[in-house]
């Protein structure tokens, strides 16, 4: 993929940079790194769970959907949005299905009295439109309809080729898990400390705003002509979302209730519910044309990685090395991961310029 580094670049060569984290968050930041010249190191543990394997993962800032400004605390910034749009973009178009990404058109369903989402977010997808509707489901009125393409991303694929794509440019990794950041940051095994470690920032550095937000994914196959001309639809937090060699269909949002409790344990109940989505999301997605849904396997269940007041990506002098927080992104690492990689890239340049 043809990719620009960020500016600033320059003054990372031959600096070296730990990267707690291997999820797309930690992958993408490593990826960044290393293309700026950075010695990077990722050190991650199977012994915490890791939700990006779990993600559907569509490309759509959540909280254009069925997440609340509240959860996000409206901390999804333009800047960090539209250059990661843009790589993602580029990705399609010049590795597609290797890279685990096809493109698929969306309608997601507005909610009357809900606003619409912003411009500059219509601007990036376009061709977008918003069109009046009128569906009544399950007691809400929906009043317009907002189609757009967009990028989804089958994560096992796709963590496979970011990690490929590192080991390629140079980042070795390394299993461990951290009980404190002193073990990396401590002036002595790299110059740069990125934090990616979403929910696990809970614990490793103590931010109680980090809380676990469940979801769920239940996995189809469909006739391969047919997946083709699916179309993705969201109605609130369900959708249904045709992958590049399945369909999922998923949602749920909901705060645990011990955010302390790290185990994505299924519930039927949860089960059930999505289930009785299933119907009325397949008509939609394949206008109204009956289509054989065939389940493939259990459901999947992720923590995403919320954070109250917005995800945290700015740097901590209080180590004896920078350390750069990126963590904290909901529902919506995925589609961020580019763009907060790009600004680690800049953060960490930021505290090496002018210095030797
Ligand atoms: C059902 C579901 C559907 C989703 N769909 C979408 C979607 O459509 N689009 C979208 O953009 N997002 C989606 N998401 C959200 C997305 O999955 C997350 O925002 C994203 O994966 C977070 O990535 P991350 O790398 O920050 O965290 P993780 O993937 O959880 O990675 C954290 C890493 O840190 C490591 N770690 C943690 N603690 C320690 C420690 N103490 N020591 C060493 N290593 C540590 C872990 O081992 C892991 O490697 C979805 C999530 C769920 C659950």
Known sequence: MAS????????????????????????????????????????????????????????????????????????????????SWHAYDTLRRHEGAAAGLRSVTNKEYLEAGQSDPPTWLQEILAPSSIRPTELECEGRSYSRVWTFDSVVVDMKVHLDWLQKRAIDAGVTFGERLLTSLDEVADGRTADVVVNCTGLGARSLVGDTDVRPVR???????????????????????????????????????????????????????????????????????????????RRTGPASVGLRPHRRGGYRLETERSWPVPVVHNYGHGGSGVTLAWGCADRVVELAAAEFVGSR
């Open 4 to 83: 620009s580094p960020a500016p600033g670049a320059g003054v990372l060569a031959g600096r070296s940079a730990v990267v707690v984290g291997s999820g797309v968050t930690g992958l993408t930041a490593a990826l960044r790194l290393a293309e700026a010249g950075s010695r990077v190191t990722v050190v991650s543990t199977t012994a915490f769970p890791m939700v990006s394997t779990t993600a559907c993962a569509f490309w759509l800032p959540a909280w254009a959907s069925g997440e609340t400004a509240e959860m996000l605390g409206g901390a999804v910034e333009r800047s960090v949005v539209e250059p």
């Open 215 to 293: 979801g769920l994914l239940v996995p189809f196959e469909v006739d391969p002509e047919r997946l083709a001309s699916l179309k993705a639809v969201a109605i609130n937090e369900y959708y249904l979302i045709p992958r590049l060699r399945d369909v999922v269909v998923g949602g749920l949002i909901r705060e645990e209730a011990d955010p302390d409790t790290v185990e994505a344990t299924p519930s039927s109940e949860d089960e059930e519910l999505l289930m009785s989505k299933l119907g009325t999301l397949s008509r939609m997605a394949s206008a109204g044309r009956p289509t054989a849904l």
